[in-house]
């Protein structure tokens, strides 16, 4: 099984819409969960941490469900700066290393 | 915005040869990583760095890879003797160290290391 999986897409939607993504870890004692997004050929950007209570920052919203160990990220509005390739990422406990899934690819439409 | 920087964008080498990848962590940050992508795969962990030796490493790193602070501000990746597989982006970070838990990494905008 892989340690952070996602589902590679794409997802197209049109503006507006809203999408989720969901990602599963392996290890059930991670610690803690990131969504990065990268765009073609760029740098992995921190989107937003993910906290137990799940967090909000503006049109998007975590989530993390420990007993089924998966993560979510859920995008309203979406907009065409939307596009992109989002990191689902996961920490283990004394470890610095961050793991990678493989990225899940948005595409908004017009 | 404090950023993490990294030279040179683009690196072409022959097969090989040495490299040396350059990275400015953010200034208060205290643990710096590099990591790396194969063109279409996903982002792999090579090694952390904290207090001046390395905590972390992955089975990637190996004998042919070494990383330096060689002052108070550079971080540097080389590879002592390039391969064709070691093509990649290879993207420096860095986080501040807090004592009880692991914290995000910010990452620099990479160098495109070619080999041929």
């Known amino acids: 099984r892989k340690e952070v999986e996602q589902d590679p897409g794409p997802f197209n939607v049109p503006e507006g819409a809203t999408v989720a993504f969901n990602c599963t870890y392996s290890n059930s004692a991670s610690q803690s969960f990131f969504w990065y997004r990268q765009d073609c050929r760029k740098e992995p950007k921190l989107l937003m941490s993910v906290y137990s209570s799940g967090n909000e920052d503006g049109r998007f919203t975590a989530q993390l469900n420990r007993a089924s160990q998966y993560i979510s990220l859920l995008i309203r509005d979406s907009k065409l700066s939307d596009s992109a390739t989002y990191l689902c990422?996961?920490?283990?406990?004394?470890?610095?290393?961050?793991?990678f899934g493989s990225g899940t690819r948005l595409q908004v439409q017009p | 915005e404090p950023e993490v920087t990294q030279t040179p964008s683009h690196q072409v080498t022959q097969m090989g040869q040495e490299v040396i990848l350059r990275c400015v962590p953010i200034s208060n940050h205290l643990y710096f990583y590099w990591y790396r992508q194969i063109l279409g795969q996903k982002v792999e962990f090579l090694v952390s760095?904290?207090?001046?030796?390395?905590?972390?490493k992955s089975e990637i790193f190996d004998d042919q890879f070494s990383v330096e602070r060689p002052d108070g501000s550079n971080f540097t990746l080389k590879i002592r003797s390039t391969k064709l597989e070691d093509s990649a982006m290879y993207f420096c970070a860095s986080s501040v160290y807090r004592r009880a838990m692991n914290t995000e990494a910010f990452f620099g905008q990479g160098t495109r290391l070619t080999v041929v």
């Open positions: 760095f904290y207090n001046n030796e390395i905590s972390e």
């Open positions: 990422v996961v920490n283990y406990p004394g470890r610095r290393a961050l793991t």
